[in-house]
């Protein structure tokens, strides 16, 4: 069971995070029988660095894991930029996303966005997050009122990546309990 630290915006910040304050990973209570305290057990190493801008790659990453002695179950935090279900940080995501918003192709967004997301993956990003509009829109709103003006895909989610990055939206999505990709 994954948990999101919201406010970690990039692995350089998860990194410095895990240096300075590694308690701030630790959840106020067990997830689970929601009362006992967690311990910490260890991390586990993911690799989400998959830009290709000739920048140094920080693979391995790792991520905090808790155990709770009242029900015996573990749970791992991560930090808000790296997605539950996928190899790639949100802001390769959201900078694909941001590029077909802007009305590019799929070709064009595929050659220049900086990653090396290959283009069955952006496609699949792109139908995915179309497809989920409905419920995403309706479970952001609450959070960002003025963009209920705003109707169509298009406009809502070019007017919500202006207000706050894609992982934070992203964030709030699993913390009311949506399945985020
Ligand atoms: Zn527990």
Known sequence: MAFILPGILSLIQHFETLRKSPESYRPKSCPGCCHASVWCHGCYTRKP????????????????????????????????????????????????????????????????NGSRASRTTIKRWWQSFNSCFQIFSLQLLPHFPCLGRLSGFTKFWTACLALRPLSSAMCLLHEEGVLVP
Request: net charge negative.
């Open 49 to 112: 660095d998959r830009k290709d801008l000739g920048e140094p790659c920080l693979n391995p990453v790792p991520i905090m894991r808790f155990f709770c002695p009242e029900c015996r179950s573990t749970c791992s935090v991560l930090p808000e930029c790296i997605p539950p279900r996928s190899w790639y940080l949100w802001e390769v995501r959201q900078a694909i996303f941001l590029l077909l918003l802007a009305g590019e192709s799929i070709s064009f967004t595929f050659a220049f």
